[in-house]
């Protein structure tokens, strides 16, 4: 994405161009998700026992696993959108895991560099929006779940998640928060954390960019995050503070993908021959489709999202 492209957003401060999100700086030591571990560890935020550079080769992945223990998890280090990953159980697994995920990663972010984990088995997906602007002001706009995933892409994401308990609630914000101060964040950006059982917190990676799922924060705080972030882009201060947020109500959010469920759920590209869209109050829809539209084979399969928002979950 040139969203997370931090060569594309230093030509565009080197042109004079504003680009609408954080400085090249600041993309490059987060949108690389080793580099970015390596901050979070410095800044203080738990992280999943991993590697601390980049892995080359199955023969040093190995090793690596060896001192991790098994079963672990390897994710392209330039990667993202659930690409570049897979899960070896032992040792057994590894090379085929390896080779499999680099191919990927260098198919999609053309660097087949992996960085290794542990694995932790059926864990929450909770992340936590954040805004930042060039005068230091960090705010959190509370938590998102989005644990509903098919092969590591978000299906069902909703706010408030009905795991989270006010303490954990008050712990992962403040070290979203602390970790946006420490970078200089500026623009709207999203810490993401897996959450274990009992409630544990390991970041996971950061989006340096809105995401698809914004709509449900939106929604619950009545903040409209696009806007704020071209306030942020134009100079200008966040217009609210922390203590004015509060979250009223509760949203979900599906994804509307075009797939062939007879196949795996594949994208399936092709022409929309008729379209006809929900509405109706707490109902909202965001979408470029129409009827007659051509969804193309070049990007993700995702044509539109259905927002819900009611008094209660």
């Known amino acids: ?53 980049a892995v080359y080769d199955p023969k040093k992945g190995a090793e690596e696993a060896g001192r991790i223990g098994y079963p672990v998890m390897l994710k392209a280090a330039s990667g993202g959108g659930g690409k570049g990953i897979r899960v070896a159980l032992s040792v057994k697994d590894l090379k085929d895991a390896y080779d ?46 989005c644990s509903v995933q098919r092969r590591h892409q978000k299906l069902i994401e909703e706010c408030p998640s009905a795991f989270v308990t006010p303490e954990l609630r008050e712990k992962m914000t403040s070290a979203a928060v602390a970790l946006a101060k420490r970078v200089g964040y ?21 989006n340096t960019r809105i995401q698809v799922e914004h709509p449900v924060t939106e929604q ?6 696009v806007c704020e972030q ?26 509307i993908n075009a797939e062939d469920p007879s196949r795996n759920f594949a994208p399936c590209p092709g022409t929309l ?17 129409y009827q007659g539209y051509k969804i193309p084979p070049f990007y993700a399969s995702m044509i539109g999202k259905l927002i819900v928002y009611g008094s209660d979950r």
């Open 100 to 145: 499999s995920a680099s191919a990927e990663a260098i198919a999609n972010f053309g660097d087949g560099r992996l960085y290794m984990e542990k694995y932790i088995h059926n864990p929450r997906h909770i992340e936590v929006q954040i805004l930042g602007d060039s005068l230091g002001n960090v705010v959190h706009l509370f938590e998102r779940e």
């Open 273 to 289: 021959v008729s379209l006809h869209l929900p509405g109706g109050p707490g109902v909202r829809v965001d979408s470029a489709a």
């Open 1 to 53: 994405l040139l969203s997370e492209n931090s060569r594309f957003a230093e030509l565009c401060e080197k042109c004079g161009i504003i680009f609408i999100g954080p400085g090249s700086d600041v993309i490059a030591k987060l949108g690389n998700k080793q580099e970015a571990r390596n901050t979070m560890v410095a800044a203080g935020v738990p992280v999943i026992p991993g590697t601390k550079e």
């Open 220 to 225: 619950v705080t009545g903040v409209d995050l």
């Open 186 to 206: 500026r623009s709207a950006g999203t810490i993401e954390f897996l959450v274990d059982n009992d409630r544990n917190f390991y970041f996971c990676e950061m």
């Open 230 to 255: 071209l306030r942020i882009a134009a100079g200008e201060p966040i217009s609210f503070k922390q203590e004015d947020l509060v979250m009223r109500g509760h949203a979900i959010e599906c994804r």
